[in-house]
């Protein structure tokens, strides 16, 4: 048995960075898996930021010679008396110092007169937001929707991104053949979608050597990680601990943890196993703990832990070298527990967070501030 | 013109109670339209939460009666010394006041032989976990990872949702289809995906009252809100206050914002339409402003802004009665203002926060503490 400390250094050596190509329409929210950057200065061009005519030096009146809408690409000059009305997003002619705009002028003829000279707007330079060769976002980046503009911009298609890990789940005992329900395949898909990853269910299988060792094959050959729950302990019925130790290796069996003391974790191949305990508390606390942050891990965004502190409203006791995680609801700063056995649904449904009791605290008492790691 | 204030009470004004019925499977991530009411007791029956010897009194021996697996529905009764087998989560017999633990005792024959009393468990008794005809999820809640497996438990196949709403983006400008990119339709897809919600692209449409009317009609019959931007000021070619007077109501025209300041808002029959300025940044800036909060309130998610206080690099200077929103980069506690123009892409690709100015602060300065509007 060894620390959740320990587990966690086991679980840090895996890695994922498959990466495809999207469409950027369909890259938000994904993780870029290469630097960007620009091929093209923006502004392409010279570019006026108000409707106004473009001049090269400061005069009262110009005779029209051009007009540039927004988006046109015409190589335009002008020189001493010249102006060219632009509009706003339009490029500018060679030699344009200024853009008077159209409100503070009036036309006459092919004459434009100027009236006031209380605004005079420089132009946007070429290059001025983003420089040809410049890198604009690095690999690793969260594409949101500030930078995704910024792609659009670069007249950029399709980008790299990191794969969505698809991860195979399977329920296992026979039980779920008769009256009883499966909750934890459930249970782990909506983490498994927390984590911005995508859960394919496997379905759910006997207690039986075989039937386990088959959909576990069919699970690792089609997805990134396996996560199975039941039959990870150490009664006849528990086939998982075999299983994986004929397909692969177990890497670690038992954490000083409850509730999830029984979770096993292995791999096949390359691939990461995760055995959950059957009872659904266990399921859910072993799938916060190890489970998403490496879910989070594969798909390269950033996770953190939230902890806040709240008053313990009742006792709680732990045992020596165990880290105790607590169901708990808060209420104005206090934390309630909710826990009432592994297998009472009611533990979680209501719970905001999980009271953090480290190992050797061995208890801690009502009134006492702890630590409570929040859950959304 | 009026202030953000009044905006948002406009804003305020509309609800999205549209709802649909979903399966348990997909149902992670919504928010329930019924209150969920248990048709069941939870557990089903009296049920052993480990694998032992049932019995009815504390005796040294038994005689085994029966075997019970998790699952099974035996109705089953125990007398004086019978004892019957139960397997974890498996109905003990009428008349089970105590479950023994399968490893403190010997089996010998059809005897089983108590070789240790130190723990006697007790059952978890029918109801225990949820009661028939309790209210266990009120109409309104987030279906998470830790109230999903109670659908699960109760049987339920398919819960009554919120339905997503489906926002149509429509992006309008000559220059869209010569040499400038549409950045817009971008990040007004990032931010309707950021609050859950569907984008529909329906398209770029030119400078031309009739095509951005047959646009706006097409997009507001497959859509429950349209979102547009450009053309939204005063000037000839800026026919969306046209079309949406001509087609429906303008609620609002002109925020006292900076940047955003052109941004208009309307109906058309019942549904509202947000015309964003077509400057990236003003439209970027609405978006979180008005349109983010509008769409999750449709979503029925909670919301609500993260404000944190950081120093500001550099003065700020904004105008009377005018709200500004000035995007900034935070490094160590301190706000460096990114703010280039509005139609300047890197004026946001790197902003955490936006800068919040107060109408009639008129000015903030170096080193002064103001609140920053998290972004993420």
């Known amino acids: 048995m060894i620390s959740v400390k320990e587990a966690e250094k086991i679980l840090s050596k895996f890695h ?35 409707d106004g005519y473009a001049v090269a030096e400061i005069l009262d009146e110009y005779v029209l010679i051009e007009q540039v809408f927004a988006g046109d690409d015409k190589d335009l000059e002008i020189n001493g008396n010249e102006c060219v009305l ?33 605004r005079i707007e420089e132009i946007s330079r070429k290059g001025c937001d983003i420089k040809k060769g410049e890198r604009i976002l690095k690999k690793g980046t969260l594409i949101n929707e500030r930078n995704i503009g910024v792609l659009a911009g670069l007249g950029i298609e399709e980008v790299k991104v990191y794969k969505i890990p698809k991860i195979g789940i399977i329920s296992t005992g026979n039980e779920l053949f008769k009256m009883t329900k499966d909750i934890n395949s459930k249970t782990i898909s909506s983490i498994v979608k927390k984590a911005g990853c995508k859960p394919i269910f496997l379905g759910i ?33 528990d086939f998982l601990p075999k299983v994986v130790k004929d397909l692969g290796e177990i890497l670690f069996h038992k954490v000083k943890m409850r509730p999830g003391m029984p979770m096993l974790f292995g791999k096949i191949d390359k691939k990461p196993i995760f055995c959950m305990p059957g009872n659904v508390v266990s399921c859910l606390v072993c799938s916060y703990v190890f489970l998403l942050p490496f879910l989070m891990k594969m798909t390269h965004k950033p996770y953190r832990r939230k902890i806040i502190k709240a008053k313990l409203s009742e006792k709680i006791i732990s045992e020596p070298d165990f880290l105790y995680l607590r169901p708990v609801k808060l209420k104005n700063g206090i934390a309630y527990p909710t826990f009432k056995g592994s297998n009472i649904l009611t533990s979680i449904l209501d719970a905001d967070g999980l009271a953090i009791i480290k190992e050797n605290e061995l208890e801690k008492n009502e009134g006492d501030i702890i630590d409570i790691w929040m859950l959304d």
Chains 1, 2 share one sequence.
């Open 16 to 50: 994922f960075n498959k990466t495809e190509y999207v469409k950027i329409e369909d890259a938000y929210g994904r993780v870029l898996a290469e630097d960007i950057v620009s091929d093209i200065d923006i502004p392409r061009f010279d570019r006026s930021d108000i």
């Open 86 to 118: 632009v509009a706003t997003g339009g490029k500018v002619p060679k030699n344009t110092k200024y853009v008077i705009p159209i409100e503070n002028t009036v036309r006459v003829g092919n004459k434009a007169v100027v009236i006031s000279f209380d």
């Open 205 to 237: 299988v006997k207690d039986d050597f075989n039937e386990i060792k088959e959909k576990i094959i069919e699970a690792s050959e089609k997805c990134d990680v396996v996560v199975t729950s039941g039959g990870v302990s150490v009664g006849e019925k």
